[in-house]
């Protein structure tokens, strides 16, 4: 709080020290006081305390100081005694310059109680400076021929020093031809004008040599001097003379900057100065000025920049000589610019097709002129372009000249062409110009899309998942931009039966063609479409390729036996005699498989037997045959388990089982032949003749009826089918018809015609052919088609 309360009081002291201030500039005068300039330091000027009118040692105790501008402290104030002193030698000139009177204010604060005064302090100037001429030696060129009374203003003197300490008066030296007159200013200032007062000589005396000189008026007075060179001038009375009235020179444009075009010469018969002869271009116009330069000493008239024959043809200009007075004589010179072949010939296109559509008859690609600014020879001009290109030249009028089309142009043979206008001058060396003109060929839509294949061929493994990428076919189109843009579709099939649209698609964009469904080799090997490329041009051009898609096939179907039946409601049983050697022939296994290939080739193995060793089964024949000799020990009834499998991967089979019965005895195409038969004569059991007996002759009975059903069948099948079946040999067992009904995967009965081969004892199967009498080949092929299961290897 205490130091705020000092802030505050501090605060009015400062307002209350301004408002007093203010008070005293306003109520008191000024005290002038005055000191010679250039006074000791500490030189005493007044006693302040007696001015004030206040007592000794009240100027302290007041805290009287001295306040001068600017801080200056020109004075001191001793407060004791109250004189007032210089602090330091003061100089008018520094101070106040040549302002007069110099006056230097200061004011004198009582700050206890407050009080103000103004006083002031005059500086008196004393002569401490010496007149100064700013250039000690004058030159005056005065003619000769200048008449008395005549006045030369001359360069006057300065003094620092100011009222009668400055200049007051001019001298000059004593001489028989002039006088000095001191001339003041406006200002105040003082010079010297020389008076001419006798005519000069210059043959009596070439030149007067003066001193001036300058004083003040202080005392002592001060002076300074300079020196005045009166050089007299000869009368010039002679003027120059040209050699020739009239200068005519030829100059090649091409002439380098700073070539001699000509010198010109002119003589003075004055003598000295007046015999100086300059030279210079008189009255000269812009483009003569900049094209043309003269040597004021010599006469020379060289280049300063190139001519140019095209612009300016010739040049006409007035050279005057001239002495060193006004005396002069002038020469006219004629320049004729030669033309040298030096522009070479310029191109001026007046209209310009940069794009021409492809296929058009003859159109204007551009007409230009050309021009030469040479003359004669060197302005003629030839024009040309490329020989190997479809345009043709042709000149119109005078240099003009139109490019056309020779022959409708191909956008896909070439779609841009570049040709150089070529124009030549005939001067010497000929100047050769190339224009460059760039023509594009538009495209127009005729080109159809066309397929890299006439025909494709794809393959499809069955069994494909949906929507599986096939294959593609790709179709390119030589135009441009949208006419080159080719979508693809799939074209209606020739058969309106085929579900097209259900089995493949075609992605418009790329070509990429996609299965739909599931393909069955079995159901469908192979079908064909047709696959569209049209473009996007107007009109829309389009070409078709044929797509042939092959099923390839996979092992899904398992062999299927279709002898013996497996699903007949009693089991078929196969005698074989006991007295069978190895390799008799039980029977054979038929089978097929609805694949194709490798996955349709069957083999065939014995999986199981009753007496294991006593039967074996081929591989590759499907056949079952004894393995060794039977015996009584022998089981009569045998059960045989054959595997079928196929060659696909993975394998895939089925099996068959075959019944076998050993009997003693069996009728003859079972029996071994007569010599085995012979040697193997035994006595047999009459319970078993009896048995033989009576199974021969139903068996034979049998074996009549089946024939004679044959007979009926085959006397009804045309003449030419009869070639066709299989002949019983006499003497053997008869063909039997081996009928399969229509289970399994087949989808109707079936008969099949077995014929035996004939000179062996082993009764091997020759044929197994099916017996379709009310079938023709369409027929069969129908049923294939709607039975693809059918459509198979049989395994025999």
Not at 683 to 703: E, G, H, I, N, Q
Request: net charge negative; with cysteine.
């Amino acid at each position: 709080m205490e130091a705020t309360r000092k802030l505050v009081c501090r605060q009015r002291q400062v307002l209350f020290f301004f408002f007093f201030l203010h008070l005293a500039l306003a109520g008191f005068e000024f005290r002038h006081y005055s000191v010679v300039e250039e006074a000791e330091g500490s030189s005493f000027l007044t006693n302040l305390a007696k001015d004030l009118g206040l007592g000794q040692g009240e100027l302290s105790r007041r805290g009287a100081r001295v306040i001068s501008k600017g801080n200056k402290l020109y004075l001191q104030l001793d407060q004791e005694s109250g004189d007032l002193l210089l602090n330091k030698k003061l100089d008018r000139e520094e101070l106040c310059g040549q302002t007069e009177p110099c006056v230097l204010r200061f004011q004198v604060l009582l700050e206890n109680p407050l009080e103000f005064f103004q006083a002031e302090l005059q500086v008196i100037d004393i002569n401490d400076h010496t007149p100064v001429f700013m250039d000690g030696d004058m030159l005056l060129k005065i003619s000769e021929n200048s008449l008395p009374g005549t006045t030369f203003p001359l360069k006057n003197a300065q003094d620092m020093d100011i009222g009668q300490n400055n200049i007051e008066n001019y001298i000059i030296s004593p001489n028989s031809y002039f006088r000095v007159l001191t001339r003041k200013r406006s200002d105040g200032r003082k010079y010297p004008e020389l008076v001419l007062d006798k005519v000069l000589d210059r043959e009596e005396e070439a030149e007067v040599r003066l001193t001036l000189t300058a004083q003040d008026g202080g005392s002592p007075p001060r002076s300074g001097t300079a020196h005045v060179y009166i050089e007299v001038v000869d009368i010039n009375d002679n003027a120059p003379e040209f050699e020739q009235p009239f200068y005519r020179v030829k100059i090649h444009e091409d002439s380098p900057k700073g070539f001699l075009v000509v010198k010109v010469s002119a003589t003075d018969v004055d003598i000295g100065v007046n015999g100086e002869i300059s030279y210079s271009l008189s009255q000269a116009s812009e483009d003569i000025s900049k094209t043309f330069e003269v040597n004021a000493m010599t006469g020379e008239i060289r280049l300063k920049k190139q001519l140019d024959f095209e612009t300016t043809q010739s040049y006409e200009m007035t050279i005057e000589a001239r002495d060193t007075g006004s005396l002069s004589g002038k020469s006219t010179v004629l320049i004729q610019v030669l033309d040298v072949n030096d522009n070479a010939p310029e191109v001026t296109m007046s209209a310009l097709t940069g794009q021409i559509p492809e296929n058009s008859p003859e159109t204007v690609v551009a007409v230009f002129s050309v021009s030469d600014p040479d003359s004669e020879e060197n302005g003629k001009v030839s024009c040309s372009i490329q020989y190997d290109l479809p345009f043709l030249l042709t000149s119109s009028m005078e240099n003009f000249y139109t490019l056309v089309t020779q022959r409708p142009l191909d956008r896909e043979t070439r779609a841009e062409y570049n040709i150089t206008i070529s124009v030549t001058d005939l001067g010497t060396p000929r100047l050769k110009t190339e224009h460059n003109i760039t023509v594009l060929v538009s495209d127009v839509n005729d080109n159809a899309p066309a397929f890299t294949q006439t025909s494709y061929t794809l393959w499809v493994r069955e069994n494909n998942s949906p929507a599986l990428h096939i294959g593609s076919v790709s179709a390119t189109d030589p135009d441009a931009g949208a006419n080159a843009q080719v979508t693809y579709s799939l074209l209606p099939p020739p058969d309106p039966l085929v579900p097209l649209a259900s089995l493949v698609s075609v992605n418009p964009d790329n070509g990429h063609l996609f299965a739909l469904a599931s393909l069955d080799y079995e159901a469908l090997r192979a079908f064909e479409f047709r696959v569209g490329a049209a473009d996007r041009g107007s009109p829309a051009l389009s070409s078709q390729a044929l797509v042939r898609v092959l099923v390839a096939d996979a092992n899904d179907n398992a062999p299927f036996v279709l002898y013996p039946l497996q699903n007949a409601s009693a089991p078929c049983t196969e005698l074989v005699p006991r007295a069978a050697e190895p390799g008799y022939l039980v029977t054979k296994v038929v089978a097929v498989d609805g694949d194709a290939g490798q996955n349709a080739w069957l083999s065939f193995q014995l999986l199981k037997a009753t007496e294991p060793g006593l039967f074996g089964v081929w591989a590759l024949t499907a056949k079952a045959r004894a393995a060794r000799l039977l015996s009584e020990r022998d089981a009569p009834k045998q059960r045989l388990v054959v595997l079928v499998r196929d060659n696909g991967e993975p394998p895939l089979s089925a099996s068959v089982t075959l019944h076998v019965l050993l009997v003693d005895g069996f009728s003859q195409p079972y029996l071994p032949p007569p010599e085995a038969e012979a040697a193997a004569a035994a006595p047999a059991d009459p319970l078993t003749v009896y048995l033989v007996v009576a199974l021969a002759s139903v068996s034979s009975l049998f074996l009549f009826s089946v024939l004679v059903f044959v007979a009926v069948r085959l006397c009804r099948r045309a003449g030419a089918a009869s070639a066709g079946r299989c002949a019983v040999p006499e003497g053997h067992f008869p063909g039997h018809l081996l009928d399969v009904s229509g289970t399994g995967t087949l989808s109707q009965s079936y008969q099949y015609e077995v014929c035996l081969t004939g000179g062996t004892g082993t009764n091997e199967f020759k044929v197994l052919r099916p017996i379709l009498p009310n079938l023709s080949s369409k027929s069969i092929g129908r049923e294939v088609e709607e039975n693809p299961s059918f459509q198979g290897s049989v395994g025999i």
